[in-house]
């Protein structure tokens, strides 16, 4: 499963998980994904919106970077973000807290 399909997947479970939408919902934050080899998307929480969108987003909240395997990793749970992060395998620049957020969210959404 790509990075992308399994952001897709979350938000899809976040969709059917009320905790997690509403959480996921409060961030009203846009992150910008760049994926080694792979390209970018961005992730844009807001009320009532949950979108993900190919490309660059102007001005996200935060800006995360890493392969394809370290972010399926991460947001799976299957890495711990801050070692990745401290390794130098996973790059965040912008609100670092919103994307630890993010992760967080993720893991529950996707269960």
Do not use: C, W
Not at 4 to 33: I, Q, R, T, Y
Not at 44 to 64: C, F, H, Q
Not at 87 to 100: C, E, P
Request: proline letters at 4%.
């Amino acid at each position: 499963m790509t990075f992308k399909e399994m952001v897709s997947k979350m938000l899809e479970g976040a969709k059917g998980n009320k905790e997690v939408s509403s959480e996921l919902e409060k961030l009203n934050k846009s992150f910008l994904f760049n994926i080694a080899g792979s390209g970018t998307f961005n992730l844009v929480l807001k009320p009532g919106e949950l979108r993900l969108n190919d490309g660059p987003i102007p001005g996200p909240s935060a800006t995360i970077s890493a392969s394809e395997e370290v972010l399926n990793n991460v947001f799976s749970g299957k890495l711990d973000a801050v070692k990745a992060f401290m390794s130098g395998q996973l790059k965040v620049s912008g609100d670092i807290f919103a994307a630890q957020k993010l992760t967080e969210l993720a893991k529950k959404a996707v269960k």
